[in-house]
């Protein structure tokens, strides 16, 4: 199964945001999304998901038009986890993991023993089963990170796109969210996360894709595209590049 976006114009009713973009993500594989801020990434995200229609061009899942799928399909094949989720309610741990089955029935039919089990089974997963009774409003910004990680993987979804997945995190559960992007991987998702680290790029996912004003600058394994000419090309900034003994461990810094 793939997620194809096809020589697409995204943006507004107002603008453009970007021209000429070609996307593709497989079951099993990680793209992280790189570039500056305007660039166009969160755009890109939304066309994808089909949250915003393309101005030309088309998203296809599967072989199929998304535009052809209903939004409950799309749900039960995509998830999204976005950069922030500001809490009015205090709605438990469990009722905001629970919310992602509506993908499998609807609001006014109740949450199965099925569901249940499910929710159950990812909040282990994650390593939060203890939060469950916890009201989300309470909890610290990783750990709802990983409940919204935990949502997102209780639509059982083929794919699973992320928006600055690590976005005001500390370190520690930086690293926690970012594992388990590649544990997502691992077992068979195809996930897609934009970042402004590209170490974090480095390290976890297979492929880059770099956006500069709205046009795609680079794609490709992330050891050919993440190098130090293309990053100052990308932020036109100086950066500087690390590398380990037998030149392992690269890793770039702002200079």
Do not use: C, W
Not at 116 to 136: C, E, K, W
Not at 151 to 164: G, T, Y
Request: hydrophobic share 40%; net charge neutral; aromatic share 6%.
């Amino acid at each position: 199964m793939i997620l194809e976006g096809r020589n697409l114009t995204i943006g507004y009713a107002d603008r453009v945001v970007g021209t000429g973009l070609d996307v593709t993500l497989g079951k099993g594989e990680v793209l992280a999304l790189l570039g500056p801020n305007g660039g166009g990434k969160t755009t890109l995200l939304k066309t994808l998901l089909g949250l915003l229609a393309p101005k030309a061009g088309e998203v296809r899942l599967d072989g199929r038009p998304l535009s052809a799928r209903s939004i409950q399909e799309r749900a039960r094949l995509m998830a999204y986890v976005p950069q922030s989720h500001a809490a009015t309610f205090a709605f438990t741990v469990e009722t905001v993991v629970l919310m992602g089955r509506t993908a499998h029935g609807n609001l006014f039919s109740g949450y199965t023993e099925q569901d249940r089990a499910v929710v159950r089974a990812v909040l282990d997963r994650f390593g939060i089963s203890q939060l469950a009774s916890r009201p989300y409003t309470m909890i610290s910004g990783g750990e709802r990170q990983l409940a919204l990680l935990a949502r997102a993987l209780a639509q059982e979804p083929h794919f699973i796109v992320l928006d600055e997945p690590t976005a005001s995190l500390d370190f520690g559960n930086q690293g926690k969210v970012m594992r388990e992007i590649r544990a997502l991987a691992a077992s068979g998702h195809g996930v897609l996360f934009t970042t402004h680290d590209p170490n974090q790029a480095l390290r976890y996912a297979n492929r880059a894709m770099l956006l500069r004003d709205g046009s795609r600058v680079g794609e490709g394994p992330v050891e050919q595209i993440l190098t130090r000419s293309g990053l100052e090309a990308l932020y036109r900034t100086e950066v500087e590049e690390i590398v380990g003994a037998s030149n392992e461990g690269r890793a770039f810094l702002p200079h």
